[in-house]
């Protein structure tokens, strides 16, 4: 007897769902693609298919599997916050508020789903909304360490000390990634020196700068961001065979340095921010790499240039880094940064804004170690505005010895 393309179907979808719980994407990914063919269109079909793809790390292949389920069955509460995760994963904050909306106007929304609804208002700049929505899920969900967590960091970006330090042990006690609750902890009792952690959690700078990067370079402007064009003065002397970009985020960097370089390169922790320096076209290669460890893989003085703009206020203990630099510089070689300035008698502190600044005799101490000397002197800028108010920096230019 025939099997029909129902039954074919239901099997492929119920083998699916057995590889997916137990973690077996890959085979799932094929039984659902099977079930598909032989019954298209089927709404669970796609929306299953669409989250093992998200738990793969491909949201740009899950998004038109879930647009077509949405489009198809409008009431299919998985399928709109699937699309949620999907839009957030691809760095589309404003497409996933709608999506989650949606979710929350249909029955029995989760509190996951007003949880990513806030997430998505703060990835949008709209932080009093996001935090009313935040306190309202602490409220509801006293013991849900992932509320307190986000209501802790939005009350640290609007300022409000004491109450995001309140969240954010509330958040640590419960188990919520409490690696980043004490790191911003300590960053709001401003941890100096020995007392600073080294550098922030991991994945924290990816998962920061996956979620910026669609509006990354609008949201600079709004900051009169200046960090790349600062550099340029003690660079444009010569022209360099090789450079390297740190954090090449959305190419900032890139457009500004092209001109003086035969060969540029840069990396970055953010999938979503590569991809945006890929499009601009400065770069002759793009690397998701973590900086030190790239730097250590590079041929021994192989590099006239290592670029660093408003990277390392996301590192405390420059140390590593200065070490491979060191290595990686040819002789002649410029290593090019901007830092936050601490204030004197300071070396290394971690500010209420999850952001790292280094005093200038600290970083002289550090050239002086590992043998760098300046080849411009120092200069103190205003790198950007935070709350208004100027940021207060220094730009390097340091050469081996």
Request: glycine share 8%; with cysteine.
């Amino acid at each position: 007897m025939q099997t029909s393309p129902f039954d074919t179907a239901r099997q492929a979808f119920e083998a699916g769902l057995a590889a997916q719980q137990a973690g077996r994407l890959d085979e799932a990914e094929a039984h659902y693609r099977a079930s598909l063919a032989a019954l298209p269109g089927r709404p669970s079909t796609l929306t299953n298919l669409a989250a093992t793809l998200l738990a793969l790390g491909r949201p740009a292949e899950a998004l038109p599997l879930l647009h077509e389920a949405t489009t198809t069955a409008p009431a299919h509460a998985e399928a709109w916050a699937h699309l949620g995760e999907a839009l957030l994963a691809a760095g589309r904050p404003a497409e996933a508020l709608a999506a989650y909306a949606r979710r929350l106007a249909l029955p029995e929304p989760p509190p996951r789903a007003a949880l990513r609804h806030a997430e998505c208002l703060a990835r949008l700049g709209r932080l009093d909304e996001a935090l009313a929505g935040a306190d309202a899920l602490t409220t509801r969900h006293a013991n849900w360490g992932e509320a307190w967590l986000l209501a802790g960091s939005l009350h640290k970006d609007l300022g409000h000390a004491s109450a995001a330090a309140r969240a954010l042990q509330r958040a640590a006690d419960l188990g919520a990634r409490p690696a980043l609750a004490h790191w911003l902890l300590a960053g709001l009792r401003n941890a100096r020196d020995a007392d600073a952690p080294p550098l922030p959690p991991p994945g924290y700078v990816e998962e920061l700068f996956d979620g910026y990067a669609a509006d990354f370079d609008r949201h600079l402007e709004t900051l009169e961001y200046r960090a790349p064009e600062l550099l340029l003065p003690g660079l444009v002397h010569r022209r360099y065979a090789t450079a390297l970009d740190l954090g090449c985020g959305t190419g900032l960097v890139g457009r500004v340095v092209r001109p003086l370089a035969d060969r540029l390169e840069g990396l970055d922790l953010s999938t979503a921010m590569l991809e945006a320096s890929h499009a601009t076209g400065a770069y002759d290669a793009l690397h998701h790499a973590e900086l030190v460890a790239h730097l250590l893989a590079q041929a021994p003085a192989g590099l006239d240039l290592v670029l660093a703009a408003d990277v390392f206020i996301y590192i405390g203990d420059l140390d590593p880094v200065f070490t491979a630099a060191r290595r990686a510089l040819a002789p002649g070689g410029v290593f090019a940064f901007t830092v936050e300035e601490a204030p004197a008698g300071l070396g290394v502190e971690l500010r209420p804004t999850a952001r790292y600044a280094q005093s200038a005799a600290h970083l002289d101490a550090l050239a002086a170690r590992h043998g760098f000397v300046d080849t411009s002197p120092p200069q103190r800028a205003t790198l950007r505005l935070e709350q208004r108010q100027p940021v207060a920096g220094q730009v390097r230019w340091l050469s081996p010895r």
